[in-house]
């Protein structure tokens, strides 16, 4: 893992899409297409904005996948991640193939059967995640599910995250939050040839401390990104306002 720390937000977003972007005109170059993992939420939109606008990426040759959707929610709700990528991401650059999620299928197990048969055959050249304030990666709350290799799972969200949702303003009441959601799965994120993770604000402070200077483990699931040989840890300086020195020179 290396840690890069930004002295703004503006900076540290716009310098991970710069990588980002990179990555991926580096997989169609050796490869002729490229795939990622598109995460959502508050902390993700300076990165996607830069990110769409990055010039030189055939987005025609790129498939998409996302993290999490939560279940039983339309398509059309504020909340809903397909929303939020569609008006971020895919509604701005022509991605040549999309796989959202369907939270609120009519049959969500084949849903989620459909979606893992389709990622099972698709190796993914990047994985683009933030770090929950509850310390999880996609909607995997502490304690994670760090051994299933089941690349899309359905998960309770605890508390602590459902109060992060209506904290961004999401939601009105946390009773409005959902308690459960589709969400990649630890060891799927893991699979991804690189992982790019942006994760400003001082409310993410201790849980950046807490995944990156305590034990990996299910509790602080974000800290299994340590153990990836290619992942790029994006702060700012309010984010990593708790971390050691020793921690920042780490790779």
Known sequence: ????????????????????????RTAIREKGRAAFVAATGASQFAFLEHLTAAQG????????????????????????FRRYLRERLTGKVPIGTVHFITGDAPDLAAEIRRLNA???????????????????????????DFATEMPFIVVPLD???RRQQMGEGWFK????????????????????????????????AKAVQACLEGQISPLFPASVLRTHPRC????????????KKETLTRE
């Open 1 to 24: 893992m290396k840690i890069a720390v930004f002295p703004s937000a503006a900076e540290m977003s716009r310098t991970a899409a710069e990588s980002a972007a990179e990555i991926l």
């Open 57 to 80: 990426i055939p987005w025609e040759r790129i498939t998409m996948f996302h993290l999490d959707e939560y279940i039983d929610m339309p398509a059309s709700h504020p909340a809903s």
């Open 118 to 144: 389709i990622i099972a055959a698709t190796p993914v050249d990047a994985a683009f995640v933030g770090i929950g304030e509850n310390g999880h990666l996609a909607f995997n709350d502490p304690p994670a």
């Open 159 to 161: 508390e602590a995250c």
């Open 173 to 204: 009441t946390l009773d409005h939050v959902p308690r459960l959601a589709v969400s990649m799965s630890i060891r799927q994120i893991l699979k991804a040839a690189h992982i790019v993770g942006t994760v400003p604000d001082q409310r993410k």
């Open 232 to 243: 790029h840890l994006f702060l700012d300086a309010a984010s990593a306002s708790l971390l």
